[in-house]
């Protein structure tokens, strides 16, 4: 009877024909590196582009190209809508970095700012326009847990399970329509920088 053996045996009888791509690890590791060097662009405010300019000079052609597919990956990670004005300065930094991977992004991402803004202002208008449809129905509402509670109860829209509920439907629709059109930006970029569906 033969012996039994492990699994640890069996495992590396099944990957002795596996040898590593040094071409694939040196590509990753390129990326790796474009992805990091953007990352650190993005979140030190002292970084400068001149900085992240100077870092990319160390490379050769072919390593550069793959090094700012990295960076373009992070730079398409961080777009997303906004949740308040704070928008601005993170746009402005990734316009920064899409001027040092490719100079005719720019453009797009400065059309970005505009749209984004337009954004949160729609949002804003929708919460009003709602608060204004639903306030018949609050203020009967409001009449009747006066009732209950005292002459001096104060019904807010935010505090309706109804309206929230409402009101995250419509923002969810709104949001939608928006990142829609964010996403075809993206594939924009996506193409400009040399990307394949990532």
Known sequence: MGRI????????????????????????N???EG?????????????????????LSSYGNEQLETIKQGMSMTLLFNM?????????????????????????????????EGFFGQYLE????????????????????????RQQYGPDFVLRA????????LLQQNLKQLTAQYQQVLDQAKDQLREMFGLTEQ
Do not use: C
């Not at 002795?16 to 990753?28: F, L, S």
């Not at 928008?87 to 100079?103: F, G, H, M, N, T």
């Not at 935010?158 to 509920?165: G, L, N, S, T």
């Open 30 to 32: 390129l990326i790796k």
């Open 80 to 112: 997303a809508l906004p949740l308040d004005d704070g928008y601005k300065i993170s746009l402005q930094r990734l316009s920064q970095l899409a001027e040092v991977i490719d100079p005719q992004a720019v453009p797009l991402l400065d059309q970005l």
């Open 158 to 165: 935010e505090q309706d399970p109804e309206f929230v509920k």
């Open 122 to 145: 729609t949002q804003e208008h929708l919460v009003d326009r709602m608060k204004q449809q639903f306030q018949p129905m609050l203020e009967q509402k409001q009449a009747q847990l």
């Open 35 to 55: 992805r990091q060097l953007a990352g650190s662009f993005l979140t030190d405010m002292d970084e400068t582009s001149e900085g992240i300019k100077e870092k």
């Open 5 to 28: 053996k492990s699994a640890w045996e069996i495992a590396l009888e099944r990957t002795e024909d596996i040898h590593a791509d040094p071409n694939k690890m040196q590509h990753d």
